[in-house]
C-alpha cells in the first residue's frame, strides 16, 4: 500500500502514520477480521482481479487493518509501501522469492541469524537459489568477487543476530549497486527508530515485527518496505518478474503498470496470494499498538544495556561482552554511524569457566528470564551450548562460529538496576 513520508518528528508519526479516520470513525485502527469482502457485480469483482483496480476481495492477498499497520512501518523507514507477513522468516523469503527464481544466486553476510542462514543455505538450495555467504568486514573486493551474473541481490542484517555487529551498509550498498542488484537489509534489532538504512543506500527493508516493534511478546509478525529507489527496469534483464509480462495477470508488467509500488504490488499479489504468509488482523491490531510506543521504548531498551554491558565488563566472572554501545567494540564507529540515539537492546555475553558455570549462572536467575525470545520488555536469556544447540561438543560449536560460552542477553523494561542487582546475584551463586 502506498504512503507519503510525513514530515512530523518519527515520535508522532509513531502514533498516527498510516491511519486518519474521518468524522465518526474509531480513533483505533479496527480490527478487519472477515476473510472476504462483498461487491455489487462480477465486472467489480473482475478488474480487482485483473489488478485494474485497488480494493479488497480476500484476506489471504490484502486486509485493511494489515494494510493501515504496513503503511505505518513504510512511513517510519522512509518508503514508498509495505506489506506485512505472518513472520520475519516470510518477509524475508517473500522478499528474496520476488527477485529470484531457480538457477539464481545470493550473496549474504554470513553472521546473519541462524534461522535465516538455513533458510538461505539449506530450503533456498532445494529450491535451486545458490548463496554465498561473506565475511561483513571483508573489503569491498573480496565481498564484491562473489557475485556472479546470477546474483539477484545483496542481503544482510542491520545488527547480527545473536552477534550484534554492526553492517556497513553505505559499503554494502555500493557493492550491489556497481553489480545492479538491490541491497535487502534484516532491520529487526534496529528498527526505524535507531537506523533507517534507506538513508545510507538500501533498497529493501525487512522485519521481524514479533520483536521489537511488537515488543510485548504477544504476537508473531514480519514486514517488507520497499525504498522504491531502485530502478528494476535499468536492469530488466536482470528481473524478468518486474520487468517482462505477468502471465497469471493477462501479460501485465508490473514496472509499467505500478512504477515505483512495482515491488510490492508483486509481492502481495504473485506471492502472497500463492503462498498464503498472511499476518493475521488480529496481530496487525496488537503490533500497532507496539509501534504506538516504540521510539520511547527502543530509548530506554538501549539505555538500559548500556548500564548493564558497563557492569558485565567490568565484572571478574565475565570474560567478554559483545555490545556495539561500549566504546571498547570493534564496531563502535560504525554503530556511531548507522544507530542514532542507542544501541539497541542486546548483547552477547561468554563467562569465565566451563559450561557447567555457565548452567549453574542462567539457573541462578530470577528475574531475567531463560528464552528462545529476544528484543521485548521482559529480559530474558538464551545459552546456545545447553539450549538450541546443546546437542553439539564445545569442538562444533566453535566449527558453527558458535562459543561454547556465548549467551545471548537481551534486556526489557525493567529497571536496569534491578537487572544489574539479578545478574550480579546469579553470578555469585554460580560458585556455590
Not at 504512503?3 to 502514533?15: A, D, F, H, N, W
Request: a negative charge; charged letters at 20%; aromatic letters at 8%.
Amino acid at each position: 500500500m502506498s504512503v507519503e513520508t510525513r514530515k512530523q518528528g518519527i515520535g508522532t508519526r509513531c502514533v498516527h502514520a498510516g491511519y486518519n479516520p474521518g468524522k465518526g470513525e474509531p480513533r483505533q485502527i479496527p480490527v478487519i477480521q472477515s476473510t472476504t469482502f462483498k461487491y455489487q457485480t462480477s465486472e467489480q469483482m473482475g478488474k480487482l482481479f485483473d489488478l485494474e483496480e485497488s480494493g479488497y476481495f480476500y484476506s489471504r492477498l490484502q486486509n485493511p487493518t494489515n494494510d493501515h499497520v504496513a503503511a505505518k512501518i513504510a512511513n517510519l523507514e522512509g518508503g514508498v509501501a509495505a506489506m506485512l507477513t505472518s513472520s520475519g522468516q516470510a518477509a524475508n523469503l517473500i522478499a528474496w522469492l520476488n527477485l529470484c527464481q531457480a538457477g539464481d544466486h545470493i550473496v549474504s553476510a554470513g553472521n546473519i541469524y541462524g534461522g535465516t542462514f538455513n533458510l538461505l543455505g539449506t530450503s533456498l538450495g532445494k529450491l535451486g537459489i545458490e548463496v554465498t555467504f561473506v565475511n561483513p568486514d571483508a573489503s569491498e573486493e573480496e565481498i564484491s568477487a562473489a557475485i556472479r551474473p546470477q546474483t539477484k541481490l545483496v542481503f544482510g542484517e542491520t545488527l547480527s543476530n545473536p552477534g550484534v555487529e554492526v553492517l556497513d551498509i553505505e559499503k554494502f550498498a555500493k557493492i550491489a549497486h556497481s553489480h545492479g542488484v538491490p541491497l535487502i537489509i534484516d532491520n529487526t534489532f534496529a528498527t526505524p527508530i535507531l537506523c533507517r538504512p534507506f538513508e545510507f543506500g538500501a533498497d529493501i527493508v525487512t522485519h521481524s515485527t514479533t520483536k521489537y516493534m511488537d515488543g510485548h511478546g504477544v504476537a508473531v509478525g514480519g514486514a517488507i518496505v520497499d525504498s522504491g529507489n531502485f530502478d528494476w527496469e535499468a536492469h530488466a534483464d536482470k528481473f524478468p518478474g518486474l520487468c517482462t509480462p505477468d502471465a497469471s495477470y493477462h501479460g501485465l508488467v508490473y514496472t509499467k503498470a505500478f512504477g515505483k509500488n512495482a515491488f510490492i504490488v508483486k509481492a502481495t499479489s504473485q506471492l502472497m496470494r500463492d503462498f498464503g504468509a498472511i499476518q493475521s488482523p488480529q496481530n496487525a491490531f496488537y503490533l500497532n499498538l507496539g509501534l504506538q510506543s516504540l521510539h520511547l521504548r527502543i530509548k530506554r531498551h538501549s539505555e538500559s544495556a548500556l548500564a548493564v554491558a558497563r557492569f558485565l565488563a567490568g565484572h571478574p566472572d565475565v570474560a567478554w561482552v559483545k555490545y556495539p554501545g561500549l566504546e571498547t567494540d570493534k564496531h563502535h564507529a560504525d554503530a556511531v554511524k548507522y544507530l542514532q540515539g542507542g544501541f539497541s537492546g542486546v548483547m552477547c555475553i561468554g563467562l569465565k569457566g566451563d559450561r557447567e558455570f555457565s548452567k549453574k549462572f542462567i539457573d541462578s536467575l530470577q528475574l531475567i528470564t531463560i528464552e528462545t525470545h529476544v528484543a521485548d520488555c521482559h529480559s530474558c536469556i538464551l545459552h546456545p551450548a545447553s539450549h538450541t544447540h546443546r546437542q553439539l561438543t564445545d569442538e562444533q560449536l566453535r566449527a558453527a562460529g558458535i562459543a561454547p560460552e556465548l549467551m545471548r542477553l537481551s534486556i526489557g523494561l525493567e529497571d536496569a538496576e534491578d537487572v544489574i542487582e539479578d545478574l550480579r546475584q546469579a553470578l555469585e551463586a554460580a560458585h556455590k
